[in-house]
């Protein structure tokens, strides 16, 4: 470690899932996690604590915690990275680093702060804001969740207005699968999460995609299909959910590639293609119709 003052911030995973049986490092956060480290992310963002380097233990809840933590504070989810000696209790070496994030269990947390000379009372999802030099390592701020808001800013990162969810959650895109065929062009519609409903892909777009690019990762996540997404969206739509209003913007891609149902992730979906001018009567959502009709 360099002598220059380091900043660190110490994240302690979320809340995890209750009456779990399966492997410890598997154990998904639940709601209450989810949102701690949505709300810790969120707190981040409004005071530019944007990390240059995140890493994290290999354990679900820790991954899980960084990503939800990251994207709440407007960051990509992709700047995180797992450390061998992190998940060994270890701190590891950083190079031309100011800020770093580490995401580890309470007690991994615990650990480093001793071997800091630091002591701190810590639950699932506390933050704990550091400074390290060559002479040691002074608590800044210790951040709990539970102490901050329940609603977000919007815009992100300290917009005026307060809203469920974080900011990014309103901004949403989506894709129509199409293929041609002698008889005309054809739409791929799936059925919905519950099963209730047919569906095009759609979903949030995450901080550091664009909504092309995340129309192209729901159409295989959801959809199974890979495929050629027009350059320019097809139009945008709003509804209304979490308390406000989401913005969608839509794309049309010629499928080009059909997973099977082993690589397809959701394939617990049904799928089936359908001429053009049915789909747009089939689909929940009829806001799809005109977009529909333009490919």
């Known amino acids: 470690m360099t002598?220059?003052?380091?900043e660190l911030l110490l994240l302690c995973s979320g809340a995890g899932a209750k009456d779990w049986?399966?492997?410890?490092?598997?154990?998904?956060?639940?709601?209450k996690g989810k949102r701690q480290a949505q709300k810790v992310g969120a707190w981040m963002g409004q005071h530019g604590l944007r990390p240059d380097k995140t890493l994290t233990t290999t354990?679900?809840?820790a991954n899980a915690t960084a990503q939800k933590a990251l994207k709440a504070g407007g960051w990509s989810a992709q700047e995180g990275g797992q450390s061998p000696d992190l998940t060994k209790g270890k701190m590891p070496v950083f190079v031309n680093d100011d800020r770093?994030?580490?995401?580890?269990p309470k007690k991994t947390v615990a650990d480093l702060l001793s071997s800091l000379g630091v002591h701190e009372s810590l639950s699932p999802g506390v933050l704990v804001r550091l400074e390290k030099t060559h002479a040691g390592a002074e608590i800044r701020q210790v951040i709990d969740p539970q102490d901050l808001p329940d609603l977000f800013p919007y815009p992100g990162p300290d917009g005026p207005e307060r809203r469920e969810r974080p900011a990014y959650y309103y901004t949403q895109s989506a894709v129509i699968p199409f293929r041609r065929t002698p008889a005309g062009k054809e739409i791929l519609i799936t059925g919905s999460s519950s099963g209730r409903h047919w569906v095009v892909p759609k979903g949030i777009v995450d901080p550091g995609l664009s909504p092309a690019d995340s129309a192209r990762i729901e159409a295989r996540e959801e959809a199974g299909v890979e495929g050629?997404?027009?350059?320019?969206?097809?139009?945008?739509?709003?509804?209304e959910k979490w308390a406000a209003t989401c913005r969608v913007e839509v794309y049309a891609m010629e499928?080009?590639?059909?997973?099977?149902?082993?690589?397809?992730?959701?394939?617990?979906?049904?799928r089936t293609?359908?001429?053009?001018?049915?789909?747009?009567?089939?689909?929940?959502?009829?806001?799809f119709g005109p977009f529909i009709a333009q490919i």
Not at 3 to 6: I, V
Not at 255 to 270: A, F, G, K, P
Not at 273 to 287: C, G, I
Request: proline share 3%; hydrophobic share 40%.
């Open 3 to 6: 002598n220059k003052t380091l």
């Open 21 to 31: 049986d399966g492997a410890k490092r598997r154990r998904p956060l639940r709601t």
């Open 59 to 61: 354990d679900e809840r």
């Open 100 to 104: 770093v994030l580490l995401v580890a």
């Open 228 to 239: 050629i997404i027009c350059d320019r969206s097809l139009g945008t739509f709003s509804y």
């Open 255 to 270: 499928v080009t590639r059909i997973l099977s149902v082993d690589v397809w992730e959701e394939s617990h979906r049904q």
């Open 273 to 287: 293609w359908v001429p053009a001018e049915t789909a747009a009567t089939m689909l929940h959502q009829k806001a």
